[in-house]
Nanobody, 124 residues
Framework: QVQLVESGGGSVQSGGSLRLSCVAS????????MGWFRHTPGKEREWVAV???????RHADSVKGRFTISQDNAKNTLYLQMNSLKPEDTAMYYC??????????????????WGQGTQVTVSS
């Protein structure tokens, strides 16, 4: 049974930093995509950053240069380092995964494993 558990969210002031973590269990596939998505009430869930089993990453334009996705395969953990946070980054952040080969999609509908989410609140 695949389980994704996020942590690291919290409340920070604009310009601050947070690091989100997502520990994966029961997910031992050779080819996969994992990613971070966020959701704000009244808006559609949007992708933030994705990474595949080869370590190839993509970041959404809205976070490029400020956020960095990474993974530690030895710890089965996905990270999202968030710097220079802005109030518009306030959202529930979710970790997601899917078994597939190649570049990772940004469409949340392509991912079939999801964590419970961790809230990030950025105040001005």
């Amino acid at each position: 049974q695949v389980q994704l558990v996020e942590s690291g969210g919290g409340s920070v002031q604009s310009g601050g930093s947070l690091r989100l973590s997502c520990v994966a269990s029961g997910f031992a596939y050779r080819s996969y995509c994992m990613g971070w998505f966020r959701h704000t009430p009244g808006k559609e869930r949007e992708w933030v950053a994705v990474i595949n089993s080869d370590g190839i990453t993509r970041h959404a334009d809205s976070v490029k240069g400020r956020f960095t996705i990474s993974q530690d395969n030895a710890k089965n953990t996905l990270y999202l380092q968030m710097n220079s946070l802005k109030p518009e980054d306030t959202a529930m952040y979710y970790c997601a995964a899917v078994t597939r080969w190649g570049l990772c999609p940004g469409d949340p509908a392509e991912y079939n494993y999801w964590g419970q989410g961790t809230q990030v609140t950025v105040s001005s």
